[in-house]
């Protein structure tokens, strides 16, 4: 058991019947009453965001998370499917349990979380920078880049990401998962 005082960004936390994992949180202090300490949680079954408050130094209910490397095999229409790296053991997950599924492509590395209290999969993570090729984008205009002008681009697996005008079709770029945004061109 912990308390308020132990949660931290990331923390997965059971609540009721339910897992939620730390999206945010805060502490609100006021003069004449206990301090208060709210989170905004965010369900690992179906992906739902809530808000939740707490007393200052109420008890919380942390649960042991285990990450093991995986790999993305392949996705149909019931779910996405991932390898454990170390048992060859294949796990089907919802998309709901998937963080961001538009960056997916085979054979991705990832991450996937396990419930070390009943061994269950929760969800399943990217690393936090990833490589991707451009399929397709516009052509850049050249001498237009006296500010910092962006254009959308399609990458393998179908997903859209912002990147500067030099960028072109078939150049590969670093996309960070946490945000999607563009981080650097990759020389192959």
């Not at 059971?14 to 905004?40: C, H, I, P, S």
């Not at 965010?42 to 130094?57: A, F, L, M, R, Y």
């Amino acid at each position: 058991m912990a308390t308020t005082a132990d949660i931290r960004m990331g923390l997965t936390i059971k609540l009721g019947d339910e897992l939620y994992q730390v999206v945010d949180f805060g502490q609100n202090k006021t003069a004449r009453a206990a301090a208060k300490v709210w989170a905004k949680l965010k369900s690992v079954e179906t992906g739902k965001t809530i808000e939740h408050t707490w007393n200052s130094g109420d008890t919380i209910y942390p649960v042991r998370i285990e990450k093991k490397p995986c790999q993305f095999l392949y996705k149909d229409d019931t779910a996405y499917y991932f390898m454990d790296n170390t048992t060859y053991e294949q796990i089907a997950l919802n998309e709901a349990q998937v963080d961001r599924p538009e960056f997916y492509k085979e054979g991705q590395e990832c991450f996937i979380l396990i419930n070390t209290e009943n061994d269950q999969p929760i969800s399943v993570e990217l690393p936090d920078k990833i490589v991707l090729r451009v399929t397709y984008t516009e052509p850049g205009l050249k001498g237009d880049t006296a500010t910092r002008a962006m254009k959308p681009a399609t990458v393998e697996t179908g997903a859209t990401v912002m990147v500067p005008l030099f960028v072109d079709n078939d150049e590969l770029i670093r996309v960070d998962t946490r945000t999607g945004e563009y981080v650097e061109r990759v020389k192959a």
